[in-house]
């Protein structure tokens, strides 16, 4: 299954190193899927809080993952160095979605692609909110354009 978002055009500003670690890989010294998966929460951990100034983690407001789609197109070894490239591309009225790829940092090699819909929460009163104005001021602020979803009734 392929992605439905062309990588092709996008231009990522944001770029974390991610450690593969020993107890990540199997018997084939591949770094299993779900830990690839792991390295993307990475990525966009170290997104929002470079792009937004501040955790979003538990707290009363932050974002939770609504859905998840990955491409993994070529196996991560053990002794590969990979970065977690991260940019959101579109943000709606609850939700902004977020195009990720892990690139091999010495060959620019595109490992794996991923596409994440986050939906704005607050833990406290467990339920979805609007995205804040500061966030989204921030994150268009640090990408450029941003498109915004269509909102209808």
Request: charged share 20%; proline share 3%.
């Amino acid at each position: 299954m392929s992605l439905s978002v062309d990588f092709s055009g996008l231009s990522f500003l944001h770029s974390t190193p991610v450690q593969v670690r020993y107890s990540d890989v199997d018997r084939m010294n591949h770094v299993t899927n779900s830990v690839l998966v792991a390295y993307c929460d990475v990525g966009r951990m170290a997104y929002f809080k470079e792009v937004l100034q501040e955790d979003i983690g538990p707290s009363s407001t932050s974002l939770i993952i609504a859905s998840m789609t990955v491409d993994f197109l070529q196996p991560v070894f053990l002794f590969d160095s990979m970065m977690a490239q991260s940019k959101v591309i579109e943000i709606g009225n609850k939700s902004l979605t977020m195009a990720q790829q892990l690139v091999h940092a010495e060959t620019g090699t595109v490992k794996t692609r991923a596409i994440t819909v986050l939906c704005g929460y607050h833990y406290g009163e467990a339920r979805t909110i609007v995205i804040p104005r500061p966030w989204r001021e921030k994150i268009e602020c640090y990408e450029g354009k941003v498109r915004y979803k269509q909102v209808t009734s």
